[in-house]
Nanobody, 118 residues
């Protein structure tokens, strides 16, 4: 599958943004879709994931209660709604996919930059 993230931009602290990840190619119901982020000078970190079939979600503690991951199967799109944004959420956000039995994510899209001004 191919993944294309969009929706990043500049927002003030406390504001909201919604990122989109358009998925093309053959999508298997056993896929898990994830969002990751990498801030300048830091390691890439997991943000959230969702099962393509069933919709079970999982979040990093740092975003729990503020971010919501969802998917629209008809549009082959995964979303990341980000509310109550903080300066430390500034990063390049990337979407990725893996089979549910895989340990590592195997398909990665290009990132979209989110900048939160304090």
């Amino acid at each position: 599958v191919q993944l294309q993230a969009s929706g990043g931009g500049l927002v003030q602290a406390g504001g909201s943004l919604r990122l989109s990840c358009e998925v093309s190619g053959r999508i298997f119901s056993s896929y898990i879709m994830g969002w990751f982020r990498q801030a300048p000078g830091k390691e890439r970190e997991f943000v959230a994931s969702i099962k393509w079939s069933g919709g079970s979600t999982y979040y990093a503690d740092s975003v729990k209660g503020r971010f919501t991951i969802s998917r629209d199967n008809a549009k082959n799109t995964v979303y990341l709604q980000m509310n109550s944004l903080k300066a430390e959420d500034t990063a390049v956000y990337v979407c990725a996919a893996r089979y549910n039995v895989a340990v590592e994510y195997t398909n990665w899209g290009q990132g979209t930059l989110v900048t939160v001004s304090s």
